[in-house]
């Protein structure tokens, strides 16, 4: 009985760590991602800037 609890703790402590390791990547992979973003989007932003005005 007490190793089927021990064995039960354990599988849902392991579960928690993969989900923590999971979320702090997909975490760390969002920031990369929106600085990429925003990176690219100001570099066409600049690259492309031109003086005329929008037609109406």
């Known amino acids: 009985m007490l190793l089927k609890?021990?064995?039960v703790a354990l599988a849902i402590?392991?579960?928690i760590s993969v989900?923590?390791?999971v979320f702090k990547f997909?975490?760390?992979?969002?920031?990369i991602?929106?600085?990429l973003f925003v990176g690219a989007a100001?570099?066409?932003a600049i690259k492309n800037k031109n003086n005329k005005a929008?037609?109406?």
């Open 5 to 7: 609890i021990l064995g």
């Open 13 to 15: 402590w392991i579960v």
């Open 19 to 21: 989900l923590g390791a």
């Open 26 to 31: 997909l975490g760390a992979a969002l920031v």
């Open 33 to 35: 991602g929106a600085v």
């Open 42 to 44: 100001a570099y066409t």
């Open 54 to 56: 929008l037609p109406r």
